[in-house]
């Protein structure tokens, strides 16, 4: 089974902190993703990756920047923090079409 | 502008019943849909996929219908069980742009009421 790993389930965090959000996963996928989901918008695709330290901005990457420097790992980066970034954080990885996911970060700014 | 439509933001459903969630998409070079099933608090997990050159896939109590024609798939569940209360996202893949990610609805919340 493909194992996608976040590393926080929740977190709280200021306004204005630099925030890391990783993702870590164990099946050698070329292609890793970051979502955020809110309700009533769906899955909104921040950033992606296609290899290592290879990026591609998604629909909404304005606040976001991310790095890729090992296959297995794709962290997300908020450079300073604001409250309309408290969402649920969901990242995924893909060989193929079927994005397998991990089980989100439920990220607070305060 | 959405590509990928799931215009039921929700749906109510009697245990037993048969369970009905659409989606409409825009882009003809769509060639490969899925639909994922969230629970909250974890992320979603696939559940069916169906290719362009079919119309139909079945899996268990899930089978998804594709009308390439009216640009329209659907998933239905039967039957219902209160375990299949979750939201429900339809998800498209184009063909034409190599390696591009996946296209999502906004999703459907089933309630499946016991």
């Known amino acids: 089974d493909v194992k996608v790993t976040q590393s926080s389930r929740y977190l709280v965090k200021r306004t204005g902190e630099k925030v890391f959000l990783e993702c870590v996963q164990d099946?050698?996928?070329?292609?890793m993703f970051w979502y955020r989901q809110d309700p009533g918008l769906g899955l909104r695709l921040i950033y992606f990756?296609?290899?290592?330290?290879?990026?591609e901005k998604g629909d909404i990457p304005e606040g976001y920047s991310v790095s890729r420097e090992k296959k297995e790992r794709f962290s997300l980066i908020l450079e300073s923090a604001s409250t309309n970034q408290t969402s649920m954080y969901l990242c995924?990885?893909?060989?193929?079409?079927?994005?397998?996911f991990g089980d989100g970060t439920r990220l607070s700014i305060l | 502008d959405q590509q990928v439509k799931q215009n039921s933001p929700s749906l109510s459903v009697q245990e037993g019943r048969i369970s009905i969630l659409n989606c409409d998409y825009t882009?003809?070079?769509?060639?490969?849909f899925l639909w994922y099933k969230k629970y909250p608090a974890e992320g979603p997990t696939f559940l069916i996929s169906?290719?362009?050159?079919?119309d139909k896939n079945e899996d268990g109590r899930f089978t998804v219908f594709l009308n390439k024609s009216a640009k329209h798939l659907s998933l239905h569940i039967v039957p219902s069980q209160p375990g299949d209360s979750a939201v429900y996202f339809c998800?498209?893949?184009?063909?034409?742009?190599?390696?591009?990610?996946?296209?999502f609805g906004k999703g459907t919340r089933l309630s499946v009421i016991a």
């Open positions: 995924a990885s893909s060989l193929s079409a079927v994005q397998h």
């Open positions: 099946m050698d996928h070329e292609n």
């Open positions: 990756s296609y290899d290592v330290k290879m990026k």
């Open positions: 882009n003809s070079m769509f060639d490969y």
């Open positions: 169906i290719s362009s050159i079919k």
């Open positions: 998800a498209a893949r184009d063909g034409n742009s190599g390696n591009t990610p996946l296209v």
